[in-house]
């Protein structure tokens, strides 16, 4: 039993360079994660803001569509929304697969990034607020210097498990023909005629990544912590 266990994971890596198949798909979910997060972070700084500025001015009209697109996003499935977003956005067959997924991903994260930050933000006292505006800062200013810095403190482990959840949801890629990690797995194992071995090195692959950002994350709050106590 060893040997056939042995025998099909050897198959699933190496006759063929089949390695080569998982280190691309490795690439394409770590770029997709990248861009996404990136994208998620900027959308929910915004959303977060508007919310939270505009709550109490003439815009709340403004607030109504940030909470529609928040409710949107955060009640239907993550892979209808891939489709719904393929379809009706990226039609053309010249589309970048990154720029797809990355988009996608970016869009879905931002609305739980926009819950987290706006609850950062409101974690901070008011006075803070006061305090920038009475040194002569505009509200932006005030927002950007004084308010965000201490909000993302407060709320980094919970940035943190987004991002982890964003990149294991990079999984689902393969329904909009992104070639990422978990796809280039379904690849070899058509090739193999044995699909588990190739799924568990993606799953292997997957938790190193966790494993390997959870730990990173943790160096980062023990510095920001010292930095507190300092």
């Given at each position: 039993?060893?040997?056939?266990?042995?025998?099909?994971?050897?198959?699933?890596?190496?006759?063929?360079?089949?390695?080569?198949?998982?280190?691309?798909?490795l690439?394409?979910?770590l770029?997709?994660?990248?861009?996404?997060?990136i994208?998620?972070?900027?959308?929910?700084?915004?959303?977060?803001?508007?919310?939270v500025?505009?709550?109490?001015?003439?815009?709340?009209?403004?607030?109504?569509?940030?909470n529609?697109y928040?409710?949107?996003?955060?009640?239907?499935?993550?892979?209808?929304?891939?489709?719904?977003?393929?379809?009706?956005i990226?039609?053309s067959r010249?589309?970048?697969?990154?720029?797809?997924?990355?988009?996608?991903?970016?869009?879905?994260s931002?609305?739980y990034?926009?819950?987290?930050i706006?609850?950062?933000?409101?974690?901070?006292?008011?006075?803070?607020?006061e305090?920038?505006?009475?040194?002569?800062?505009?509200?932006l200013?005030?927002?950007?210097?004084?308010?965000?810095p201490?909000?993302?403190?407060?709320?980094?482990?919970?940035?943190?498990?987004?991002?982890?959840?964003?990149?294991?949801?990079?999984s689902?890629?393969?329904?909009?023909?992104?070639?990422?990690?978990?796809?280039?797995?379904?690849?070899?194992?058509?090739?193999t005629?044995?699909i588990?071995?190739?799924?568990v090195?993606?799953?292997?692959?997957?938790?190193?990544?966790?494993?390997?950002?959870?730990?990173?994350?943790?160096?980062?709050?023990?510095?920001?912590?010292?930095?507190?106590r300092?």
């Amino acid at each position: 039993m060893f040997e056939s266990l042995r025998d099909s994971f050897y198959n699933a890596l190496i006759p063929d360079q089949r390695y080569l198949a998982y280190l691309d798909g490795l690439k394409i979910t770590l770029l997709i994660s990248f861009f996404a997060i990136i994208l998620g972070i900027a959308i929910g700084i915004l959303v977060a803001v508007v919310k939270v500025t505009a709550m109490n001015s003439k815009m709340k009209w403004l607030v109504a569509i940030c909470n529609l697109y928040i409710n949107i996003i955060r009640g239907t499935p993550l892979m209808v929304q891939l489709l719904i977003i393929y379809n009706l956005i990226f039609t053309s067959r010249n589309t970048n697969e990154l720029l797809v997924g990355a988009v996608c991903f970016g869009i879905n994260s931002g609305a739980y990034v926009a819950e987290i930050i706006r609850a950062g933000i409101e974690s901070i006292d008011r006075g803070q607020m006061e305090a920038g505006r009475s040194l002569g800062l505009n509200y932006l200013q005030t927002m950007k210097l004084i308010i965000l810095p201490q909000a993302v403190r407060n709320i980094l482990p919970a940035l943190g498990n987004e991002f982890i959840v964003l990149i294991k949801e990079t999984s689902v890629a393969g329904v909009i023909a992104v070639t990422d990690l978990t796809k280039a797995a379904q690849y070899v194992g058509s090739r193999t005629w044995d699909i588990l071995p190739p799924l568990v090195i993606a799953a292997a692959c997957y938790l190193v990544l966790v494993m390997g950002l959870t730990k990173l994350l943790g160096v980062l709050e023990r510095r920001l912590g010292k930095g507190d106590r300092h």
